[in-house]
């Protein structure tokens, strides 16, 4: 008999032990038989089992090796025993005719890394959902003119639509954690706007980096540095400006028009 597995700090480990938050999160996601679902972290697999009960077959990525041991015993899975950040979601999507659905209760000191990973290979994935600390969330779908609206709001919602579907309490945990938790759902939009993604995000990065202040004295220096001739309200702070805002000032440092330019 396999000896109980301890929790690693260096993973973020934390179990999810609450029967009813799991089959909620598993109404949430509404797996269908047949279906191409690929779980990141399934750990002790407590949402692992309700899952390939419904889906059939389930891929699963794990790092921990002990974990991956007994999570390759179960002969409905198939295991990918690998650093989620090093894994080619592209070609995993590629390797299956159904659509790609990611789920997962995502380490939450690497839960950032991880969703801008994954936002690269949007365009392949069908749905997300993530469990989430409660606080990352509120900020991925965060709104102008509020404390939660950041880099990380608009750097998402320029290519998903996102719901915070489902709140988690420490305790249906095992450890608890000490934060609050949630699962979002996250739908690529099936026509995102044309831009060069590296340079929004550099463009938002730049923006946050003075978040108290005009943009003026941040976006502004960043835009007369690369020679931008365009017309952009800089007499705001960062969290004033929506979403589609940036998106067309960055499509319009990479043409050279205005974003009030017609196309």
Known sequence: MNAPHKARKRFGQHFLSDQSIIEAIVDEIAPKPGQFVVEIGPGLAALTQPLVERLGQLTVVELDRDLAVRLRAHPQLTVIESDVLKVDFRALAASRPEP?????????????????????????????????????????????CTADYSRLSVMLQWRYEMANVLFVPPESFDPPPRVDSAIVRMV??????????????????VAFSMRRKLLRHSLGRWLEARGFAGQFDLQRRAEEVPVAEYVALAQACATGHSPADPA
């Open 188 to 205: 690529p939009l099936a026509k995102p706007p044309v831009l060069d993604a590296k340079l929004l995000e550099e463009l938002v990065q």
């Open 100 to 144: 790609m659905r990611v789920v997962g209760n995502l380490p939450y000191n690497i839960s950032t890394p991880i969703l801008f990973h994954l936002l690269g290979v949007a365009d392949v994935v069908q749905d997300q959902h993530f469990m989430l600390q409660k606080e990352v969330i509120d900020r991925m779908v965060g709104r102008p």
